[in-house]
């Protein structure tokens, strides 16, 4: 009963190197997500999916590029990593949006840009 | 100013209090309304989705005031297990955002 996947859950990077969190989830839901989790500051939405072929940004986009070739999957890519990307970074997925709002996360992935 | 906004925490309770939270959201489109409960270090989880007409689940209650543009959690007869950090939700055309979410605590 896999749910969302997540790997890796932990990494620690230096400025200036790219990196990949993966994201997989088994329920066939359309809607995937990518929320980053600071102090203080909530779970903030990177990007989000309604479907494979269909992505779009959230609230703090920049720095990061996703995609979403299958259902399945929904990688989140950091292209060049700074210490602000330091944070805990979750993965969500949802039957749909709309009004069902019930988000299943994955357990969390720690990154640290040193 | 956020789109959604918490009552600044944490909020240090004894067992059997009553305690009620509130969020305020900005985008007076928004379409539905979600608390989620998220333990330290774990991943958030519904609690409860908020109706307009207000809708209790236990022990837990909550209530939307669509004029106003907040919603509200009020937990009755608070368990050391309450203790957690709590979340309000808001979908906005399709993407859910997060308050800051507010900490419990309850002690003995």
């Known amino acids: 009963n896999a749910g969302v996947t997540q790997t890796p859950k932990f990494q620690v990077l230096k400025t200036g190197q790219s990196m990949t969190l993966q994201c997989a989830q088994d329920m066939n839901h359309e809607y995937m997500s990518w929320y980053r989790q600071d102090p203080g500051m909530g779970l903030r939405l990177i990007h989000y999916s309604v479907g494979a072929g269909i992505t779009d940004q959230g609230e703090v986009p920049n720095g990061y590029n996703v995609s979403r070739s299958t259902t399945e999957d929904f990688p989140l890519r950091l292209l060049s990593a700074a210490p602000s990307q330091t944070s805990v970074y979750f993965c969500a997925s949802s039957r749909r949006t709309g009004n069902t709002g019930e988000l299943f996360f994955g357990e969390g992935s720690r990154l640290t840009v040193l | 100013r956020k789109e959604v906004e918490q009552d600044p925490g944490p909020f240090n309770v004894p067992e059997g209090a009553t305690v009620a939270f509130n969020c305020t959201y900005s985008?007076?489109?928004?379409?539905?309304f979600f608390w989620y409960r998220q333990d330290c270090r774990k991943e958030p989880k519904l609690l409860m989705s908020v109706y307009s007409s207000g809708n209790e689940d236990g022990r837990f209650t909550a209530q939307l005031n669509r004029a106003s543009q907040y919603i509200s959690l009020l937990i009755r007869d608070s368990k050391l297990s309450d203790s957690a950090t709590y979340l309000c939700v808001v979908n906005q055309g399709g993407k859910l955002i997060f308050g800051q979410g507010t900490e419990l605590s309850v002690k003995p």
């Open positions: 985008n007076s489109a928004s379409q539905s």
